[in-house]
């Protein structure tokens, strides 16, 4: 799970953004860590400010050094200087400064209170106290503004440039994922990096050559199934004037044979065009399906539900259970159809009593021309593999599902799911 999330464009982008910020904020704060003396370097600030206004008043006279002292603590900022007359005792119990060594010979100079007071005498046995300057800790405000600016404008174009990639590659896998031969394919904008807009361009070139091809199967088996109707006639015409029972019966037989499979190959090749979607009641047209069924001697009984609504074609609906009717009734016997429901779609069940499929099949014959028997084609009772083909055609036209399972006992059950009209109110393109 960890590294399917790591593989996310998103989430690379989101660990770069953080570590380039992370970088970025460790440069900076060594450079200013790196720029800032220690103490005992001459470029520190406060001993350099105390070095000089101690010289200053070393080499001044006894009555020159209150004017001088009372102009550095008003000129220095943080700093006060206090001249002890004598007798005055000053404090003990202190290191010897940092900056002992900057000072004239003569002059010297104990700390106090983590460097923050000192006391000493002249060279001429002046003593003082003073408060030297303290730098302020941390960073300067200047520092953490720019530090913040930066590192929210990095965070920013960071962020745009990870949506402008992710959005067209988004784009990209939706057009993938809808893409089909049961509608016109939409070309998708090229936009993004150039990387990106390569795929895309070959994507929209791919799907008009699909659409392309797609067409013209389609044209050309419809025109094949079409035409192949005529000589069939004609020979159904030739062949009622044979005067041999037996052998008419056979070639009528196969005659029959090969209209049922040009009449399928049609139905399947219009299964992708949707006639007009309606509102309609599925228990009603499962019911009069059932009935039809029943009127041919098919033992054929429906149960469940007395009304559920659902969005679709009813001519194509009712091909499509007719067909898994079809199938029950040809290789199960006795089918049961029932109508389910749970919290948004309604669920119909074609269960028989056959000897089923087996489970490595199942998904298999749901694909045109695959038949359970391989000797299915030679008797014209028989299907052509084309009417479980055709009804899952139809059922995920109309946003369903059409599964083939196993009931319990031995049999098989072909289980439709489609959607309630209560809760499909986006359904209107099924009739594009």
Request: glycine share 8%.
């Amino acid at each position: 799970m960890r590294t399917s999330a790591l593989r996310n464009i998103n989430v690379q982008l989101g660990l770069l953004l953080l570590l380039c910020v992370g970088l970025f904020h460790a440069a900076v704060t060594a450079i200013l860590f790196l720029s800032q003396p220690p103490p005992d370097n001459p470029r520190d600030l406060s001993a350099t400010i105390v070095v000089a206004a101690l010289t200053a008043l070393d080499v001044s006279s006894a009555m020159e050094r209150p004017a001088i002292a009372a102009a550095l603590n008003a000129n220095l900022p943080g700093f006060h200087v206090t001249l002890l007359a004598p007798g005055v005792a000053t404090p003990n119990k202190g290191h010897p400064a940092h900056f002992r060594s900057r000072l004239p010979i003569g002059v010297e100079i104990e700390a106090h209170d983590d460097d923050k007071q000192f006391s000493g005498s002249l060279n001429d046995g002046q003593k003082f106290v003073l408060d030297a300057p303290t730098p302020r800790p941390g960073f300067s405000r200047f520092a953490i503004v720019t530090l913040g600016f930066v590192a929210i404008s990095l965070f920013v174009f960071s962020l745009w440039a990870a949506l402008s990639l992710t959005r067209p590659l988004t784009n990209f896998v939706n057009a993938v994922e809808s893409f089909g031969l049961d509608s016109v394919p939409a070309q998708l904008a090229e936009s993004g990096p150039e990387e990106v807009r390569k795929a895309t361009r070959a994507f929209n070139r791919m799907q008009r050559r699909i659409a392309e091809m797609a067409a013209q199967r389609t044209r050309m088996l419809t025109s094949v199934s079409h035409d192949l109707r005529t000589p069939i006639t004609r020979m159904r015409l030739r062949a009622e004037f044979i005067e041999g029972n037996e052998t008419k019966a056979k070639l009528l037989r196969d005659l029959d044979q090969m209209e049922a499979m040009v009449r399928g190959c049609l139905d399947y090749l219009r299964g992708g065009f949707q006639q007009e979607v309606v509102t309609l009641d599925l228990a009603s047209l499962l019911q009069a399906v059932v009935d039809q069924f029943c009127d041919v001697g098919a033992d054929a009984r429906y149960e469940g539900l007395d009304h559920v609504n659902v969005l679709g074609s009813p001519d194509d609906l009712e091909r499509a259970f007719s067909n898994l009717i079809d199938n029950s009734v040809r290789y199960g016997k006795s089918p049961e159809v029932r109508l389910l429901e749970s919290d948004d779609a309604a669920v119909v069940e074609v269960v028989d009593r056959g000897p089923g499929i087996p489970q490595e099949k199942r998904e298999a014959m749901l694909e045109p021309f695959e038949r359970g028997d391989a000797g299915a084609s030679s008797s014209a009772k028989e299907g052509f593999g084309l009417g479980l083909a055709i009804a899952r055609s139809i059922v995920e036209a109309h946003g369903g599902r059409l599964m083939l399972d196993e009931r319990a006992g031995g049999g098989l059950i072909a289980r439709v799911s489609l959607p309630k009209a209560d809760r499909e109110t986006k359904r209107n393109e099924l009739s594009k």
